[in-house]
């Protein structure tokens, strides 16, 4: 592991047990045990490593979405699918406690969203590329960015059956009506 990423991890280790509060150049070198001067040389400053660590979501995000989009069968809002596919995953991003915390730390700073701006871009052309009704597509993936930002903040619709029924309803509204 590069010098680099296990300073991201502990940045993330930080965040994720203290909160963003609590994260600065000293203790991410401490965390990580490397010298601040270490630190300092793949990272300008505390913004750049909370850039670095938006990324690593922003990553794992996308590897996930590539994954659900693999196994989705082709044809109309296929990355639809994968959105809300993806979006129920208790694996995935919106279940990591760093994403609450990075999320303040963005509402600090709006410039720290940039990376995650360009990413989305990205997501909605392939949206539009494969949406026979764009507008029913991107209500389904607004939905599914709202159950993200409820999952970051902690808070739950409902059990396990009422989030895979949730689910079904948004793969009907695309117009999948069968259970995967």
Same mark, same amino acid.
């Given at each position: 592991?590069?010098?680099?990423?296990?300073?991201?991890?502990?940045?993330? =280790?930080?965040?994720?047990?203290?909160?963003? *509060?609590?994260?600065?150049?000293?203790?991410? =070198?401490?965390?990580?045990?490397?010298?601040?001067?270490?630190?300092?040389?793949?990272?300008?400053?505390?913004?750049?490593?909370? @850039?670095?660590?938006?990324?690593?979501?922003?990553?794992?995000?996308?590897?996930?979405?590539?994954?659900?989009?693999?196994?989705?069968?082709?044809?109309?809002?296929?990355?639809?699918?994968?959105?809300?596919?993806?979006?129920?995953?208790?694996?995935?991003? =919106?279940?990591?406690?760093?994403?609450?915390?990075?999320? #303040? #730390?963005?509402?600090?700073? $709006?410039?720290?969203? *940039?990376?995650?701006?360009?990413?989305?871009?990205?997501?909605?052309? @392939?949206? $539009?590329?494969?949406?026979?009704?764009?507008?029913? =597509?991107? !209500?389904?993936?607004?939905?599914?960015? %709202?159950?993200?930002?409820?999952?970051?903040? %902690? !808070?739950?619709?409902?059990?396990?059956?009422?989030?895979?029924?949730?689910?079904?309803?948004? !793969?009907?509204?695309?117009?999948?009506?069968?259970?995967?």
């Amino acid at each position: 592991m590069s010098a680099r990423d296990k300073i991201i991890d502990a940045a993330m =280790a930080i965040v994720r047990d203290s909160g963003v *509060a609590r994260l600065t150049l000293d203790e991410a =070198a401490r965390v990580a045990e490397v010298s601040k001067g270490g630190v300092l040389y793949h990272f300008k400053g505390k913004d750049d490593l909370i @850039r670095a660590m938006v990324g690593r979501l922003i990553d794992q995000c996308d590897s996930l979405h590539r994954a659900y989009y693999e196994r989705e069968p082709e044809g109309p809002y296929r990355w639809a699918r994968t959105m809300v596919r993806s979006a129920f995953d208790p694996a995935g991003p =919106a279940n990591n406690p760093v994403g609450g915390a990075l999320l #303040a #730390a963005v509402a600090v700073n $709006r410039e720290l969203v *940039a990376p995650l701006k360009v990413k989305y871009d990205e997501w909605q052309e @392939r949206l $539009r590329s494969d949406s026979p009704d764009m507008e029913r =597509a991107a !209500l389904v993936c607004t939905a599914m960015d %709202g159950l993200f930002l409820q999952r970051v903040l %902690g !808070l739950r619709l409902g059990d396990v059956a009422g989030e895979a029924r949730l689910m079904q309803a948004a !793969l009907d509204v695309l117009g999948e009506g069968v259970d995967s």
